[in-house]
């Protein structure tokens, strides 16, 4: 094998080829596929609408490369428009220059962080060309989040839990140095999904109107809820004066004190005290807030740190105002008929509000209002669909869409060439003038 050590590739420069290989046989594949499509509508179409007025070529930027196809434009006889049907039946906009799913890709990177300008140095490491700049794909992360949710079905449910936070971000070229973003996050309770536990139906709430936080949040209850007299709702939040409003907008409302909040800010005043802290836990623990306050009422201004007295006796009279709200909300329920089974304490508005700061806080990052927002619209759509959800356009008339159902598996039969590369069993390459090249030796070496 020595004689090889000079010639012979790398296993990376051996991946890298096959994969430039693919690539160009992918966009090979999707041109004839494209094209097949378009001869397709050119013979079921409705002749007395459409007429053929020329055909164009296109690119078209995918995650295997370059796609460059022919597409007829057409002329609509009752509207009066140049319409290319092949776009409308596949929900593409053709002069995009790039693939829903490349768009959707560069979407979900830039989502996840650090930066628009890493995710598009990953796309362009990952895919082996330059796809987006990182400006585009800000620009397109916006155009996306601002498009619409498609409708939803509403759905009934007796009960309904919401956690809901804050979130400051900071401003760039503006007046004002930051805004706090008002979430909510509404599901319909806790279901196991192999050892874990997942919430259920995870629906996420933006405010971005300039009217009250809860009337559009109710807004948004009705859309997606099919709410009446009978509908509880549990609202967890950290004590803020525009959240505990939710009671006075709700009739049959339940507000929860954050334990995490609240125990954060104990381990501040007692955490220095082994058993008082050992008690504040189990008592939060346990939603037991009788349990809790007498723990607190024993501990001595002495006890304290010095520098903490102040705001200890302002603590405790904040927790003694939201002691009924510190109390298990099964029980209240549970006294109006409701089945608790499978309900759990609520207390994920942190964990839920760290997904997004990761993203928006980190180094230090300030933001455009536009820009906050539609980064923060485009990861509660992905959380809650997997993928970044995507309104349906217009799509073509029933009488611009072809009137017989595509079969893409003969579609694609049709369309693929036999296979050139293999002659009685031996790999072209090692039977040609090309055995001696770099690649031939290397495949040669392969067989030991």
Known sequence: M????????????????????????????MKQVLEALD????????????????????????????????RRLYCDRRSGKHVYLLDQLLQFEGRGKVSPHLEETAIAFASQGPSYRDSA?????????????????????????????????RRAARVLFVEVDGLYTKLQRSKKRGMENAIAVVHEGWEKSGKRVRLKNKQH??????????????????????????????VNGDGAAWIG???????????????????????????????????????LAKQDAA???AVLEGVSEQEIAEENRKDWKSYKRFLKRHEKHLDDYRKTLQVKGIDTSGMRPMGSAESQMRIFAKRTKRSGYSWSERGVRAMLRTMMRIQEAGTVVRAVEGQASKQATPQQSINMRQLLKNVTQPVKGCIAGMIRMLQ???????TGMALKALRG
């Open 2 to 29: 020595s004689h090889f050590t000079t010639t012979m590739p790398t296993m990376k420069e051996i991946e890298q080829w096959i994969f430039r290989k693919m690539q160009e046989e992918f966009a090979r594949a």
């Open 39 to 70: 001869q397709q509508i050119l013979e079921q179409r409705d002749r007395e609408r459409y007429r053929v007025k020329d055909e164009r070529e296109t690119s078209v930027n995918t995650v295997f490369g370059n796609v460059r196809f022919k």
């Open 121 to 153: 140095k990953r796309l362009e490491q990952l895919l082996g060309y330059n796809v987006l700049s990182h400006q585009a794909i800000r620009e397109k992360l916006i155009e996306r989040a601002q498009q619409p949710m498609p409708a939803v079905k």
């Open 205 to 234: 709430y933006l405010h971005t109107s300039g009217g009250d936080f809860w009337e559009g949040f109710g807004d948004f209850l009705v859309e997606r809820y099919e709410i009446d007299e009978n509908t509880w709702l549990v």
């Open 245 to 283: 409003e939710c009671t006075s907008y709700f009739h049959q409302c339940l507000y929860m004190l954050d334990r995490f909040h609240v125990a954060r800010d104990l381990k501040r005043f007692v955490g220095h005290l082994p058993q008082v802290w050992e008690t504040v836990r189990r008592s």
């Open 291 to 293: 349990a809790l306050m």
């Open 432 to 438: 040609g003038p090309k055995q001696s090249s770099t």
